[in-house]
């Protein structure tokens, strides 16, 4: 099956400072990549997502990157702002569910 | 947008208890629905994917006869916990997946079931 690992768990910058969020998959069939912000005790809300056959996505201050050929794909987020504080969950699915990275706690320091 | 709802949203019952779990897709409909458990501070971890008219299909290790899952149409999917310990204890999320008019791969969550047992 798929396996997923996220990196860093924790991650602390200054308001206005960037942060980025690397995840690495196993399963060469992924084809679809999403990720996540879960405030405390809520769901899991789609902040963003790729494709495998995109290398590049950006919405405003949010933007994703996949390298198939590596298997990673990192999540960008720029000038930071409280708000952002949250746990970020990459995921990567074929036609199943999904597998979701481990988390990472995202604290942005106003 | 897609909304998936969740009921209830919280539950605190006896050991021993069976509790059940209600998953709706409220505007669209979803020929599949996945169950989640998260435990605090870790990420969410898949029970089972349930999938309508026919049986649930139970990850690695989730025993079927405890977590008991009905998906009797396309926009409702009910977990049930039978004999629920403190272990069990947990964050339960369910998810449901387009099958029309979208992404098949995009999934919408719900907003989730907060089990305390006693």
């Known amino acids: 099956g798929e396996n997923v690992e996220q990196h860093p768990s924790t991650l602390s910058v200054q308001e206005g400072d960037s942060a980025v969020i690397k995840c690495t998959y196993s399963?060469?069939?992924?084809?679809?990549f999403p990720w996540y912000k879960q405030e405390l005790g809520k769901r899991p809300q789609l902040i963003i997502d790729i494709r495998s056959n995109v290398g590049e996505k950006k919405d405003q201050r949010i933007a994703v990157t996949l390298n198939k050929t590596a298997k990673h794909f990192s999540l960008h987020i720029t000038e930071t702002q409280p708000e952002d504080s949250a746990v970020y969950f990459c995921?990567?699915?074929?036609?199943?569910?999904?597998?979701f990275g481990s988390g990472t706690r995202l604290q942005v320091q106003p | 947008g897609a909304v998936v709802s969740q009921h209830p949203s919280r539950v605190i019952c006896k050991s021993g208890t069976s509790v059940k779990i209600e998953c709706r897709s409220l505007?669209?409909?979803?020929?599949?629905m996945f169950w989640y458990r998260q435990f605090p501070k870790q990420s969410l971890m898949l029970m089972a994917t349930?999938?309508?008219?026919?049986?649930?299909?139970?990850e690695q290790g989730v025993e079927k006869d405890k977590f008991l899952i009905n998906h009797a149409s396309l926009t409702l999917s009910t977990l049930t916990v039978t004999s629920a310990h403190p272990e069990d204890s947990s964050f339960y999320i369910c998810?449901?997946?387009?099958?029309?008019?979208?992404?098949?791969?995009?999934?919408?969550f719900g907003p989730g079931t907060r089990l305390l047992v006693l």
């Open positions: 505007d669209f409909q979803a020929t599949t």
């Open positions: 399963d060469s069939a992924s084809n679809y």
């Open positions: 998810s449901a997946r387009f099958i029309a008019g979208g992404p098949q791969e995009t999934q919408y």
């Open positions: 349930s999938n309508e008219g026919s049986k649930a299909t139970y």
């Open positions: 995921a990567a699915t074929g036609r199943r569910a999904l597998t």
